[in-house]
């Protein structure tokens, strides 16, 4: 027997562990346990992903909640400790770059519990970012380092890590996506928004680099709303940009934009599908876009996926009203001329959940 103990707590973090859960109910002598930290706690950016991925009701809650990082990721270390003890898993499972995701691994490895790291190994060489901070400690604590691209196996080894402890198993985000694609476009989400059939752009932002400055906020709303000038732009909205535009006093440059609370998982693979176009700043819509065949802007100096450039639809962009622009105006005319050609990373094949099974149940 096997017991695993999975840890989620983001937004990111729902769409990772629902083939690793079902993977694990498929395979007998596995006995799983669900922990939520709370990190995310909305209905719109957690019950909803719960439902539409059929989670289920995790086992234990530990509602931290919204906080500095210091104080969410030690009320995470403090919330969860005793939940580890009583448990005693064989393996915790821990996914992404999120704070919950570092703050449970250093917990387990100090009490000698094997942590396995789903999405190890990816980096964008960019500490400014928290998200960067956290792959760099949780793949330093992790035993397994389980990656989902070659990159992630090549960063990895360069830290020095043992090649033993590293196992490419691919990209399990593209399992929740390749098994609800069909059940999202059924939804006709685009039609619910009177964009059946027509041209659009889907958006989001809610990286701090991009929405906790005014002055970038601004740039990067102006374009939207240049670009709402020709072609109608949905704006699934974090609740920090909300928030941001709110404190900035930004509203009136986003007058064109269509802006959106934060969308269910399906109504955003049902918008994405269709769309002609994604600009966003998300680690998650970088890949997904790829998958689904959709151009995708990035608006962020770096990547740390970057296989969705050099094999995907993605592209970096400025954070910058004109840059945006030009980058829009070079996909349209790439589309329109039929030079648009999306591809597929190895392992981004629908199995990955599968494998992570396998590599923690003893195969
Ligand atoms: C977190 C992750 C980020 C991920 C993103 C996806 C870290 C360091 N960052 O960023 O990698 O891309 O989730 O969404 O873990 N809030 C709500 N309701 C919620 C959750 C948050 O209103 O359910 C608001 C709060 O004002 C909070 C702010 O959003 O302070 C930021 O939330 P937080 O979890 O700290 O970071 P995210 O920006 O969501």
């Known amino acids: 027997m096997t017991s695993l103990l999975h840890v989620v707590g983001a937004r990111p973090n729902f769409m990772k562990v629902a083939p690793v859960l079902r993977a694990g109910r498929a395979r007998p002598g596995v006995v799983q346990y669900l922990v939520h930290t709370g990190q995310h706690y909305d209905a719109a950016m957690s019950d909803r992903f719960f439902q539409d991925l059929g989670l289920p009701e995790p086992d234990v809650n530990l509602n931290v909640g919204s906080a500095s990082h210091a104080v969410q990721t030690a009320k995470i270390m403090m919330e969860f400790e005793p939940v580890l003890d009583r448990l005693q898993p064989d393996w915790m499972v821990v996914y992404g770059d999120v704070n919950s995701t570092v703050a449970t691994a250093l917990v387990a490895s100090k009490k000698g519990i094997k942590v396995a790291h789903v999405e190890a190994g990816l980096r964008s060489r960019d500490r400014s970012m928290p998200e960067e901070i956290n792959r760099l400690l949780t793949d330093q604590l992790a035993d397994v380092l389980l990656t989902p691209s070659r990159d992630g196996d090549a960063n990895l080894r360069a830290e020095g890590i043992p090649e033993a402890r590293i196992v490419f198993v691919g990209n399990v985000m593209v399992d929740t996506l390749l098994s609800l694609r069909a059940t999202a476009q059924a939804l006709g989400t685009p039609a619910k928004h009177g964009l059946a059939g027509k041209p659009y752009a889907f958006c989001t932002f809610h990286r701090p680099s991009n929405v906790d ?56 693979v049902s918008l994405v599908d269709q769309a002609t176009l994604v600009l966003t700043d998300s680690g998650g819509l970088q890949e997904e876009t790829t998958v689904l065949g959709v151009p995708c802007l990035t608006a962020r100096p770096n990547t740390e996926r970057p296989v969705t450039i050099t094999e995907g639809t993605n592209r970096l962009i400025p954070s910058e009203r004109a840059g945006i622009l030009a980058a829009v105006e070079q996909v349209l005319a790439q589309r329109a001329s039929g030079h648009f050609k999306p591809g597929r990373p190895e392992g981004w094949d629908g199995r990955a959940g599968e494998r992570i099974i396998a590599a923690l149940a003893g195969d």
């Open 213 to 268: 400055h005014a002055a970038t906020l601004q740039e990067i709303l102006g374009a939207l709303d240049d670009l709402a000038g020709r072609m109608p732009v949905i704006f699934a909205i974090h609740p920090r940009t909300r928030a941001r535009i709110g404190e900035f006093g930004l509203q009136h440059l986003a007058q064109r934009v269509t802006l959106l609370d934060p969308l269910s998982y399906l109504d955003t």
